[in-house]
């Protein structure tokens, strides 16, 4: 098997549970739906980042880096479990935040200040588009990078997000412990529904789809950020390479690539009424937690979706937890949830 051969470490505690969600159904009807609960993946709060950091920091192990450089926004769920991980590991990080540095640190940050990196470079971003931002903060990577070597350490920069090979090993082998968790109650998955951010989330799925089940399992995104058209790019140029470098050249992306981009709202990190909506709904069905900025956009979607009618109801619709809890307790989020406080 191509995927075994890649180098892991051992960071979460896998296999994540796999919920059904039958309250939430009863209140919706549509498909028989689950949860995978990657938000429970053992380290800082989880989620999302430990299946792929298992790759990512193997692969820092084996080239002896001595200290792992990392970037994100201010809230990034990234930033806080690449910490984590890096201290299990015994490597030292540091990190580049994009965004103002807040006078009173709350949700991620609070965690990041507690894991204790070996540093934190703040790149402020006023005035600057988010591409501008963006530009900066690899170019303030680039830098310490740098600045590192001539101390005489061994820099490895992991990517915000981590790269699309990494998020592809990790969650193509999330599809097998899927179908092999549904494979002992007697049934198969239809679906997974994820949040799209970077999208190599979205990849590994896909990959795990044609590689476990011939594609047979549709791999639905809901954007958090850019457009469909966007979305569908990055994975048209990523999706080839990736197989290359596992020597699956023989794959190729589906034709049709289901991400929707209807649930973004007025922008990355922006609630909007169904984020809250879903995140209250799941709250109060099924006592789980959701965060505002990825898995609450993402199950707004699957929740219209169901609404709409575009599953049958013999279907089995898996939503993956992706994490991101902390975030509902940022400053910038907390408050839009005030208004639905029962006391
Ligand atoms: C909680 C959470 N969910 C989903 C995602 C999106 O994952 P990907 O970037 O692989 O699309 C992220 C990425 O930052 C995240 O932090």
């Not at 969600?21 to 053992?42: A, E, N, S, T, V």
């Not at 807040?102 to 894991?115: A, E, M, Q």
Request: charged share 20%; proline share 6%.
């Amino acid at each position: 098997m191509q995927l075994a051969r890649f180098p892991r470490v051992r960071l979460g505690s896998f296999p994540t549970p796999l919920e059904e969600l039958g309250r939430l159904r009863g209140c919706l009807g549509g498909p028989r739906m689950f949860i995978k609960r990657d938000d429970l993946g053992g380290l800082a709060l989880g989620g999302n980042k430990l299946r792929k950091l298992e790759y990512a920091l193997a692969e820092a192990l084996e080239e002896k880096a001595t200290v792992v450089i990392t970037s994100g926004a201010v809230q990034s769920n990234h930033v806080r479990l690449t910490l984590a991980a890096c201290n299990r590991l015994g490597l030292k990080c540091e990190v580049v935040l994009r965004g103002d540095r807040p006078n009173t640190p709350s949700g991620n940050l609070l965690v990041d200040g507690i894991l204790g990196p070996a540093k934190v470079h703040f790149v402020e971003g006023a005035g600057l588009t988010r591409e501008e931002l963006l530009r900066r903060t690899e170019a303030q990577v680039a830098e310490v990078a740098a600045d590192l070597r001539t101390r005489g350490e061994r820099p490895y920069v992991v990517p915000n997000g981590c790269a699309p090979i990494h998020g592809a090993l990790g969650y193509a082998w999330c599809v097998f412990e899927i179908v092999d968790q549904m494979r002992q109650w007697g049934i198969t998955p239809d679906a997974i529904v994820t949040a799209y951010g970077t999208g190599s989330t979205y990849l590994g799925l896909l990959l795990g789809s044609l590689l476990f089940t011939g594609g047979a399992v549709r791999v639905i995104g809901m954007s958090v950020s850019a457009s469909r058209a966007a979305c569908e790019a990055r994975l048209r140029q990523n999706f080839p390479e990736v197989a290359r470098q596992l020597d699956l050249g023989h794959l190729a992306l589906p034709q049709e690539v289901e991400v929707f981009d209807a649930y973004v709202g007025p922008g990355y990190a922006v609630p909007t009424p169904q984020m809250k909506e879903a995140v209250v709904l799941l709250a109060r069905t099924e006592g789980i937690l959701l965060d505002p900025v990825y898995t609450g956009k993402a199950m707004a979607g699957l929740l219209d979706l169901v609404k709409r009618g575009f599953f049958r109801s013999e279907e089995n619709v898996v939503f993956l937890h992706t994490g991101g809890i902390p975030a509902l307790f940022a400053d910038t989020q907390a408050p839009e949830f005030h208004t639905e406080l029962a006391f």
